[in-house]
């Protein structure tokens, strides 16, 4: 096995978490994984009348680092691009912002979930 089919299934993992967690709290998914040629979302949700582009980090529990710290300004350019794709062609631009929700995997399950709404303003 590869070592790209184990980060991948993380990766699926948690943002099923991350999906779960957010459909608890009120929020209505409205898509995932939306992907453009310059960036992707990994979780599109709405809560009211404020779009939330969510960015999923989703490590073990024996990483030594917070998983939010790994949302680099270069990765929040290309989240703030895909964005702005999805939202494109609306008459009325709704409020937005982006969160980053953090997924601590132990074992098998979910350890932890933290959401740090308006994680990041748009850098563009």
């Given at each position: 096995?590869?070592?790209?089919?184990?980060?991948?299934?993380?990766?699926?993992?948690?943002?099923?978490?991350?999906?779960?967690?957010?459909?608890?709290?009120?929020?209505?998914?409205?898509?995932?994984?939306?992907?453009?040629?310059?960036?992707?979302?990994?979780?599109?949700?709405?809560?009211?009348?404020?779009?939330?582009?969510?960015?999923v980090?989703?490590?073990?529990?024996?990483?030594?680092?917070?998983?939010?710290?790994?949302?680099?300004?270069t990765?929040?350019?290309?989240?703030?691009?895909?964005?702005?794709?999805?939202?494109?062609?609306?008459?009325?631009?709704?409020?937005?912002?982006?969160?980053?929700?953090?997924?601590?995997?132990?074992?098998?399950?979910?350890?932890?979930?933290?959401?740090?709404?308006?994680?990041?303003?748009?850098?563009?």
């Amino acid at each position: 096995m590869t070592g790209a089919a184990p980060r991948a299934d993380t990766g699926r993992r948690g943002e099923a978490a991350a999906r779960r967690f957010l459909e608890s709290r009120g929020y209505r998914i409205l898509t995932t994984n939306f992907r453009t040629p310059v960036g992707e979302v990994d979780l599109i949700a709405q809560r009211g009348d404020i779009i939330c582009f969510v960015e999923v980090k989703c490590r073990s529990v024996e990483d030594e680092y917070a998983p939010q710290l790994t949302v680099t300004p270069t990765k929040q350019r290309r989240v703030a691009r895909a964005a702005r794709r999805f939202l494109a062609g609306r008459r009325d631009l709704p409020p937005s912002r982006f969160d980053v929700i953090e997924v601590i995997l132990r074992g098998r399950g979910v350890g932890d979930i933290r959401h740090h709404p308006a994680a990041f303003n748009d850098p563009l």
